[in-house]
């Protein structure tokens, strides 16, 4: 078996190169997607073509000098082969798991410092075990490890956040005083200057941090680039500027959507020429160690790893092969796609449904925020306040809320702004050999213009500081759980040779097989038809005619989680219990995003149709009265079972299931008559009012004269009480949207929808 374990290795190596490419395209896509996706400035289709020509441009021209995989982290001359391939392996089944992680919980995170961190922690936990072995110290493991490089990483990450949000938000705040919200209506040399800045940091950052190494300039451009880097500026500055003006002027080019499109293929080159060896760097090292011992005829245990420390570029067919996988990803991963809406929602301009929910400290900081403004505030002179203020300023344009998710989340300018300081700034750090993550700059640069902006109203700050809190607090855990969980592998591999690899390889396939399978299903989840519509008509019988949906799908889902709360008390099953729970919470959260539509639908009514907002405020009353007695069962009986508590008796259940039934009855008629529009059909469910509320009445009755005579257990008296003064509420709260729906509704009238103005 010996040799035949490392060709295994080798070849899973490969297989874990191919997945952690189609993971880290998922996570980094971010990168260069979410200013042009978010600004909408060109359709999808064309930033993905400009993405794909840039990832493939950048993988080409990709040094392959895979050095951080091979003497960044510890000194190769210090270990033998056999020690190299467990840390190699250790390091890829680590990466692939925790960026899929990250990915699948949509939050970007860093390739680099990832790799980093894991090569740190599976070669500590090989050097700890060799030290032990020889009854050296822990001073010894200076000798291995290059703890000068993990330093200067985490040195990296605190930079880079502070220098990007800073830097981001002045550049944005002096963008949007000269140029303003209303930056269509500016002169011509004002686009043009701004395009022309926007362009030469754009190809200046090509050059330095995407061709550095391409061997096209190799000869005198990249000599004179770094001899006379202020006389190539100036030229730039000047030939851009003129060119933009032409543009603008003679070809009337909108010089804003030219540098989104030109930016987005320079990060996307960038991400590929220098994220690469994220990638494949630690799978190709194993393979040139492999090729090295294979031709040594030393035994793996006594074969000296030396040889890593000599540079060895990477074949251009890996290179080639890399970039396709890379573009292929980019277009079908809807993970990917999951990763930017983060990093967009964030950044976006107008409040909505907010994905984070705050916490403690993002309170304290948006409140000490407010007060040092406030203080601010007072020391600018008024007159210079309002000017300021004019250039915050938004043109109003008439957008139905229905059709606010199409809307671009922020401006062109803004996007070109993200663009541009990101460039400006990996190209600075690349020439200072500061090793700052592509990611972490691209995100904080778009947090920083976002702030400027004043896209952080009090409507959402709370929420946006949360969520930049956690991406942030992700970044620092992947270091941590990067370092923790390699060394653990690789000692585990060490310990258990092939066996523990084999279920190793299994485990992590099993896990990403879960993920993926998990991620489609709350994918097709939010596709599901009863996720609930905003209202968008005007009339009361255009919102009856619209809303109908919602109710059919209300009344479906309600039916549904009462049934479930029921069957799963009978059964005293748990994990049927906190499902049920799950799905109450979820209609209650979806009704409450229904009602915080309220505001804007109230908005674009005309006054001639201010009965329909009525009419919609009740309806959303009703609803919510039902979904919080929804939730309320679910919770008690979830609860109950989930402290033990004693089954309910036999005919506690057999009384809630009597209940169960006839309210069946009555949600599956309520329910066609939503689906087929059939409204007439309202006053012969009305009608059974009465009879179902006598009916809890009577079981209420029962009850008490059982609690009397011979029931014993407080839990079970209580819980049943709260499930049928609940259930009362419910008919109630169904029976009075009902009737408002039976008072409101006439067939003779034609939906009226609101007009654009």
């Known amino acids: 078996m010996g040799d035949n374990i490392y060709i295994f290795m080798v070849a899973a190596l490969g297989i874990l190169a191919i997945t952690d490419l189609v993971v880290g395209v998922s996570n980094d896509a971010v990168n260069f997607l979410n200013s042009a996706i978010g600004s909408k400035a060109i359709s999808f289709k064309t930033i993905m073509i400009v993405a794909s020509v840039g990832i493939a441009f950048g993988a080409v021209s990709s040094s392959g000098m895979m050095e951080v995989a091979r003497k960044g982290i510890f000194n190769p001359g210090e270990f033998v082969f056999e020690e190299i391939m467990f840390i190699f392996m250790a390091v890829m089944i680590t990466d692939i798991l925790l960026l899929d992680f990250f990915n699948t919980l949509g939050m970007p995170t860093s390739t ?136 603008a002027t003679l070809g009337r080019v909108n010089i804003y959507k030219l540098v989104i499109g030109f930016g987005t293929f320079a990060l996307a080159m960038a991400f590929a020429g220098n994220d ?88 304290q900081i948006v409140k000490f925020s407010i007060a040092a403004a406030e203080s601010l505030g007072k020391t600018i002179p008024p007159s210079l306040q309002k000017k300021i203020d004019k250039r915050f300023v938004i043109p109003y344009t008439y957008v139905p809320k229905s059709k ?35 990611t972490y700059v691209t995100f904080m640069v778009a947090m920083g213009t976002s702030l400027a902006d004043r896209a952080w109203g009090a409507e959402s700050a709370v929420y946006r500081v949360a ?8 970044w620092f855990f992947t270091a941590l759980s990067a370092f923790v969980a390699a060394a653990i592998i690789a000692y585990l591999l060490f310990i258990g040779k092939f066996v523990a690899l084999t279920i190793m390889l299994v485990a992590a396939a099993a896990i990403l097989l879960r993920n993926y399978l998990s991620h489609n299903r709350k994918t097709k989840e939010i596709k599901a038809e009863d996720s609930l519509r905003k209202a968008e008509s005007s009339s009361i019988q255009g919102v009856i005619e619209e809303s109908a949906t919602n109710i059919a799908n209300v009344i479906k889902r309600s039916n549904r989680i009462y049934t479930n709360s029921i069957n799963g008390l009978a059964k005293h099953d748990l994990d049927f219990l906190k ?99 059939s409204f007439e059909k309202i006053g012969t469910i009305l009608n ?24 014993s257990s407080p839990k079970n008296t209580t819980l049943y009480f709260s499930l049928l003064l609940e259930s009362r509420d419910l008919i109630n709260a169904m029976m009075n949207l009902l009737e408002q729906y039976f008072a409101e509704y006439d067939s003779s009238v034609t939906p009226a929808k609101i007009e654009k103005k």
Do not use: C
């Not at 109230?602 to 001639?608: F, M, P, R, T």
């Open 579 to 677: 499902k049920n729970k799950k799905q109450g919470a979820k209609l209650s959260t979806e009704i409450d995003g229904l009602r915080n539509d309220t505001f804007y639908f109230i908005k674009n009514l005309d006054e001639a149709h201010v009965g329909a907002s009525n009419f919609y405020i009740n309806i959303m009353g009703h609803l919510t009265d039902m979904s919080q007695s929804l939730e309320y069962i679910g919770k008690v009986s979830y609860n109950h079972v989930h402290n033990n508590h004693k089954k309910l008796k036999y005919n506690q259940i057999k009384e809630l299931k009597e209940i169960d039934q006839k309210l069946e009855e009555i949600f599956n008629t309520t329910q066609q008559a939503f689906e087929k529009r």
């Open 112 to 247: 680099t410092v990832s790799i980093v961190f894991e090569l740190l922690g599976a070669s500590v936990a090989i050097s700890l075990i060799k030290i032990a072995d020889l009854n050296g110290g822990f001073s010894d493991l200076a000798t291995y490890i290059n703890t000068d490089k993990a330093a200067e990483i985490i040195f990296g990450i605190l930079l880079s956040v502070v220098i990007a949000f800073s830097i981001g938000a002045l550049v944005q705040f002096i963008s949007r005083i000269l140029i303003s919200f209303d930056f269509k209506s500016k002169s011509k040399w004002v686009e043009s200057i701004f395009g022309g800045l926007a362009i030469t940091a754009i190809v200046y950052f090509i050059l330095v941090k995407g061709l550095k190494s391409a061997a096209i300039f190799d000869g005198a451009i990249s000599d004179f680039v770094a001899a006379q880097p202020e006389l190539f500026l100036l030229a730039n500055m000047v030939i851009w500027t003129l060119i933009s003006y032409l543009m």
């Open 467 to 474: 969520g930049v809190l956690n991406v942030i607090g992700g």
């Open 404 to 438: 606010v998710q199409e809307q671009p989340a922020f401006d062109l300018v803004r996007a070109s702004v993200n663009l541009m300081v990101a460039s400006v700034l990996i190209s600075i750090a690349t020439s200072m050999k500061l090793p700052l993550s592509t």
């Open 688 to 711: 059974s009012k009465q009879e179902l509320n006598d009916m809890v009445s009577q079981k209420i009755d029962h009850q008490i004269s059982r609690t009397r005579t011979e029931e």
């Open 276 to 363: 690469l060896v994220n990638f494949i760097g630690v799978p190709i090292a194993a393979l040139q160690s492999y090729q090295d011992w294979q031709a040594s005829g030393i035994a793996p245990g006594d074969f000296n790893m030396q040889g890593l420390a000599a540079a060895v570029r990477t074949p251009t067919m890996l290179l080639l092969f890399s970039g396709a996988v890379m573009v292929i990803t980019l277009w079908f991963s809807s993970k990917a796609k999951g990763v930017v809406k983060t990093s967009v929602d964030l950044a976006r301009q107008d409040e909505g449904d907010e994905r984070f929910q705050p916490n403690y400290l993002s309170r």
